[in-house]
């Protein structure tokens, strides 16, 4: 989270009249017009520069990168690979940051899953509320659009291929993500203890994603925990709720990839930025 000179402003106010504020006789009004003004940019500045700058993250929070070699980190709203087709609000660099005790554990996860030939790639960590926000609005604008299936991509069929969320003339609603819960105005992905991931393994000499019957971010019945996949996927999947359940999260029902650290997510819903 950055402070700049215009939120600083903002905080006191809208601005502040220095002149004015100044005792009486103490000081004399400034003649002109822009030396006023100078002046009070010197007098904010001088506030400003005494003010503590706040990191990227909330205090509190770790890159998963210091606690972690193996773990690989593709942050899918940094650009444009992700339901929305665009970067999300807050999201400026590719890096993964979690409370600290989270990221531990996710280091644990990673190190069993690591044993059978497997690696945790990060998609979503800690999220601005910014960027939740930027989700929700996004989500409402384009019921606008009446775009009917034909009219997606086929990488859009794919991601919104649950029916519910097409209205009965075939028009689809992404305001339904919200209802449908597959999307939140206010996530728990805000407190720094809720991360998304996907699964690498090794085959041909090289790491590439491991079958899990749906990517990422489908947003599809067979999504869910208990959704019927084939024998690969659901060994995965198996894989992934064993590690990720030992090493101390609980999952959500209807999403194989969003784990949250049960003793690492209360707390306030927090703003900054990804960078």
Not at 25 to 43: D, M, N
Not at 177 to 192: P, Q, V
Not at 236 to 251: E, H, P, T, V, W
Request: aromatic share 12%.
């Amino acid at each position: 989270m950055k402070i700049t000179l215009q939120d600083f402003s903002i905080n006191l106010g809208g601005g502040v009249c220095f002149s004015c504020a100044l005792p009486k006789g103490h000081y004399k009004h400034f003649k002109k017009k822009f030396s006023a003004i100078f002046a009070g940019l010197v007098v904010c500045s001088t506030f400003y520069m005494a003010m503590p700058q706040l990191e990227a993250a909330p205090r509190g929070f770790v890159n998963i990168k210091d606690i972690s070699d193996s773990i690989q980190v593709d942050m899918a709203y940094v650009g444009r690979k992700n339901f929305l087709g665009r970067r999300v609000a807050g999201y400026e660099a590719n890096k993964c940051y979690l409370k600290e005790e989270a990221a531990v554990a996710l280091e644990r996860a990673n190190q069993i899953l690591q044993a059978q030939n497997k690696l945790i790639i990060v998609r979503d960590c800690w999220r601005p509320t910014q960027a939740s926000f930027d989700m929700s609005r996004w989500a409402d604008a384009q019921d606008q659009r009446n775009l009917k299936k034909n009219d997606l991509s086929s990488t859009q069929q794919i991601i919104f291929e649950d029916t519910r969320l097409f209205d009965s003339l075939g028009f689809l609603k992404t305001s339904r993500l919200k209802r449908l819960d597959y999307l939140a105005t206010y996530s728990n992905h805000n407190k720094g203890g809720t991360v998304d991931i996907e699964l690498l393994e090794w085959a041909s000499y090289r790491w590439k994603k491991a079958d899990t019957g749906t990517d990422f971010d489908v947003f599809s019945p067979r999504s869910a925990m208990n959704a019927r996949v084939n024998e690969t996927a659901r060994s995965n999947r198996n894989l992934i709720a064993g590690a990720m359940k030992s090493s101390g999260f609980r999952g959500l029902y209807s999403e194989w990839w969003h784990w949250t650290h049960r003793a690492s997510n209360s707390g306030d819903y927090l703003d900054g930025t990804v960078d």
